[in-house]
């Protein structure tokens, strides 16, 4: 049973600055691709970024240029750098874990919350 815990939200200002940390348990955390999604209150869960196993990144246009998907293979840990953050990003956000590569998530976290005021 794969877990995935995530850690870095808070409030900060618009303007500032945040890092997510999401640990994972499990041996084969290198084979993995990993996301982030976030879901905001009354609103569906959106893709925010996303990392393969061989590192490749990509990123929602919402927060390109912004933020910053990586992982650190020997932590087993993935990382969301949260740059320019603006009040429109505030929800929950959740790490996800695409164990077999086959385009869907089978494990996720419990969230952590981002709040940003104007």
């Known amino acids: 049973q794969v877990q995935l815990v995530e850690s870095g939200g808070g409030l900060v200002q618009a303007g500032g600055s945040l890092r997510l940390s999401c640990a994972a348990s499990?041996?084969?955390?290198?084979?993995?691709?990993m996301g982030w999604f976030r879901q905001a209150p009354g609103k569906e869960r959106e893709f925010v970024a996303r990392i393969t196993w061989t590192g490749i990144r990509y990123h929602a246009d919402s927060v390109k240029g912004r933020f910053a998907i990586s992982r650190d293979n020997a932590k087993n840990t993935v990382y969301l750098q949260m740059n320019s953050l603006k009040p429109e990003d505030t929800a929950v956000y959740y790490c996800?874990?695409?164990?077999?590569?086959?385009?869907?998530?089978?494990?996720w976290g419990q969230g952590t919350q981002v709040t940003v005021s104007s």
């Open positions: 499990g041996r084969t955390f290198d084979n993995w691709n």
């Open positions: 996800a874990a695409d164990q077999a590569r086959a385009g869907r998530y089978d494990s």
